[in-house]
């Protein structure tokens, strides 16, 4: 599964790396979040509680950021155990890029999942992650207090 956008941040792109990396901000932003911390300069630990429809599942997961250029770009690599219901792994580039005054923030990603969470069909997972992803960037738009306006195309 394919999924991600483009997002207009009012901010410049400094403060919007810096959110990006905020444990804080991306607790806020992430739906079903019981925790998130940095586990070295690297890597990410999070609980998060998925609404799937069906299921409700709360999977464990590690995020491993790599090809980071500060305040430019890094690719996001996760994976989630959600226990009997099997495991999600994601990959994204996330790359930021001055706006004007604002940050054109851009975001693709692949992702997939094994076990009984493919028996909920492909469609139900895919946009459930799109709106996941649409609705973290209005909510990180909102706790970094900045307006996020999604580009179309």
Not at 17 to 37: H, M, Q, S, Y
Not at 80 to 98: E, M, V
Not at 117 to 136: V, W, Y
Request: negative net charge.
């Amino acid at each position: 599964m394919d999924f991600g956008g483009r997002y207009r941040v009012a901010a410049g792109r400094d403060a919007v790396w810096t959110a990006l990396n905020d444990t804080e901000i991306l607790a806020a932003c992430i739906p079903g979040c019981k925790r998130i911390d940095w586990v070295s300069e690297s890597a990410l630990e999070l609980e998060v509680a998925v609404n799937l429809g069906v299921a409700h599942p709360t999977f464990k997961g590690d995020l491993l950021l790599s090809d980071v250029l500060p305040a430019h770009r890094y690719t996001l690599t996760g994976q989630g155990r959600g226990g009997l219901l099997g495991k999600a792994q994601a990959s994204a580039d996330i790359s930021l890029a001055d706006l004007g005054s604002d940050t054109l923030l851009s975001f693709k990603a692949t992702g997939g999942a094994s076990g009984q969470m493919m028996k909920l069909g492909r469609a139900l997972i895919g946009s459930s992650a799109q709106k996941i992803i649409d609705g973290f960037f209005e909510r990180f738009g909102e706790a970094m207090g900045a307006e996020v306006t999604p580009i179309e195309g």
